[in-house]
């Protein structure tokens, strides 16, 4: 058994930020790679950014240089440093992480979700 905790959404102006984490739990042998999606409301979910274990990042080109994903293999938390929020940010934003458990089985996991809202 696995789990994903995000926190840190909230509401904002346009131009300025926030920080999203996301913990991993459970019987966590080793994480591939985490990562963050979103989903507005009336639209499917999409990509955001990912990581991998060795720090391979990819980036969504709607967030590139204004997001920043990182981690801390130490803590098994993934963040996502938000700069320059615009309106079209708002969303949804899900963690998701492909996790490898001490029974040797891969997961697919995803966090419950957490709500930003750019406004003014």
């Known amino acids: 058994q696995v789990q994903l905790v995000e926190s840190g959404g909230g509401s904002v102006q346009p131009g300025g930020s926030l920080r999203l984490s996301c913990a991993a739990s459970?019987?966590?042998?080793?994480?591939?790679?985490m990562g963050w999606y979103r989903q507005a409301p009336g639209k499917e979910r999409e990509f955001v950014a990912t990581?991998?274990?060795?720090?391979?990042?990819n980036y969504a080109d709607s967030v590139k240089g204004r997001f920043t994903i990182s981690r801390d293999n130490s803590k098994n938390t993934v963040y996502l440093q938000m700069n320059s929020l615009k309106p079209e940010d708002t969303a949804v934003y899900y963690c998701?992480?492909?996790?490898?458990?001490?029974?040797?089985?891969?997961?697919?996991?995803w966090g419950q979700g957490t709500q930003i809202t750019v406004s003014s």
């Open positions: 459970g019987s966590i042998l080793s994480i591939k790679a």
């Open positions: 998701n992480g492909v996790l490898l458990t001490t029974t040797l089985r891969t997961y697919n996991a």
């Open positions: 990581i991998t274990s060795g720090g391979s990042t």
